[in-house]
């Protein structure tokens, strides 16, 4: 599968964005997909992640009750709806992908061996 990541831009603090991660091939429904940023000067962290059937989630501290991660397996297609961003939310967004044998989701960069070209959010304060 291969990975196309959009969605990103400048917006101001309290604004919001969602972004989407398009995948070829026709299997996409076996992969689980995670999202992930990197900041400039840091390392790369874990931000949410989906299973496979889109029925298991899993989000960082920094971002639960703002950020919402979501799957269309008919579009191949997963989404990161960002509410109340912050400026501490700028950063170079990847999603991730890696086949699943179950429905699990996971959270590490290690776990993942698919990875989008990555796409830029900007929050100004």
């Known amino acids: 599968v291969q990975l196309q990541a959009s969605g990103g831009g400048l917006v101001q603090a309290g604004g919001s964005l969602r972004l989407s991660c398009a995948a070829s091939?026709?299997?996409?429904?076996?992969?689980?997909m995670g999202w992930f940023r990197q900041a400039p000067g840091k390392e790369r962290e874990f931000v949410a992640s989906?299973?496979?059937?889109?029925?298991?989630?899993d989000y960082a501290d920094s971002v639960k009750g703002r950020f919402t991660i979501s799957r269309d397996n008919a579009k191949n297609t997963v989404y990161l709806q960002m509410l109340s961003l912050k400026p501490e939310d700028t950063a170079v967004y990847y999603c991730?992908?890696?086949?699943?044998?179950?429905?699990?989701?996971?959270?590490?960069?290690?776990?993942?061996?698919?990875w989008g070209q990555g796409t830029l959010v900007t929050v100004s304060s």
């Open positions: 989906i299973s496979r059937s889109g029925g298991k989630t």
């Open positions: 991730a992908a890696r086949l699943a044998g179950s429905d699990s989701y996971y959270t590490a960069t290690v776990d993942y061996n698919k």
């Open positions: 091939g026709r299997t996409f429904s076996y992969y689980a």
